[in-house]
């Protein structure tokens, strides 16, 4: 059974299973069951203005490969990452504990990204059936489990191999961990994609008592600013971001995460890469150059 980790450091099989299945009261909560190792993390200088989107553009469109909705992600700065002293202050607002992985979150600053296209929504069972239709590739963990194989509910029990071979089937790619704050966040630093009001009823979390990820798109009202459904809660997001110890960054939260867990620079690694867990999940990133001969005519 998979779990979350910190370091490469796991749960008993017998812990795992009753953080997996019960919702926690927090993060916080699993961490004296686990050794805390933060490895030391830099924003990096910003990278320099890209081009704004490029002449012709659909603003949306939907893959010929998967069906799957494409939104278009403006080029320019954006405010990343977050403050300590920010996380803290939200921390204490929210009376909830300053977890220990808060601190990994990267300092805040400003980036620029040339325009991009990122998924509507997490990639479903029913778009990762067909990819293994296709190519053959293995299915996922839990495709004959009722409880996570929902036609519409985000595909779970796959690692970041699979999800880098399916992205690479569609035409896509997974997002860096910056393509996927400013997808989630705009350019205005919010916390939230929905905006800086917390509000546990705009996302699959610990409080609507699901335990389980629900259909994609079911939590319109937490949409980010671009339209982009389920970035906080429902289930955790791969990218090819680095978290700590060559660790795989994760983005978003799930359905067992309080909303502090769901702000949108929080950010995790699973224990399990080779085949995640029943709470990751993933979405695609295409390149504008390629939205063209990709989309449904």
């Not at 980790?5 to 017998?14: D, E, I, W």
């Not at 990096?44 to 949306?60: C, F, I």
């Not at 700590?244 to 067992?256: E, H, I, P, Q, V």
Request: net charge positive; proline share 7%.
């Amino acid at each position: 059974m998979a779990s979350l980790r910190f370091c490469h450091h796991a749960m008993s099989p017998g812990v795992l299973f009753a953080v997996l299945l019960l919702p926690p009261s927090s993060l916080t909560s699993s961490v004296p069951l686990l050794q805390m190792h933060l490895a030391s993390v830099s924003s990096g200088p910003a990278a320099a203005p890209g081009p704004q989107v490029q002449s012709g553009a659909p603003q949306r469109f939907k893959s010929k490969k998967d069906d799957g909705e494409m939104i278009l992600i403006p080029g320019g700065p954006f405010v990343y990452g977050m403050d300590q002293k920010q996380i803290r202050r939200i921390v204490v607002g929210l009376k909830a504990s300053m977890a220990e992985i808060y601190r990994t979150e990267l300092p805040k600053t400003t980036k620029h990204l040339e325009s991009f296209y990122i998924g509507k929504y997490e990639i479903t069972n029913e778009q990762y059936a067909g990819f293994v239709r296709h190519t053959k590739h293995r299915e996922a963990r839990y495709a004959r489990y009722p409880h996570w194989s929902g036609r519409r509910q985000p595909v779970v029990g796959i690692g970041w191999q699979d999800a880098a071979a399916y992205c690479s089937w569609a035409g896509m790619r997974l997002p860096s961990e910056e393509e996927w704050e400013k997808a989630a966040r705009g350019t205005d630093g919010r916390t939230w994609p929905w905006g800086n009001e917390p509000d546990d009823t705009r996302y699959n979390g610990r409080k609507r008592a699901n335990y389980a990820p629900v259909n994609v798109g079911s939590y319109p009202s937490g949409d980010s600013p671009y339209g982009v459904s389920d970035m906080a809660g429902n289930v955790w997001e791969m990218t090819s971001g680095t978290w700590s110890d060559d660790a795989k960054a994760m983005r978003g939260g799930s359905f067992l995460n309080p909303i502090s867990d769901v702000r949108v620079t929080v950010r995790w690694a699973a224990s399990n890469e080779d085949r995640g867990a029943n709470w990751l999940g993933f979405r695609c990133l295409m390149e504008v150059g390629n939205a063209k001969q990709a989309a449904v005519q």
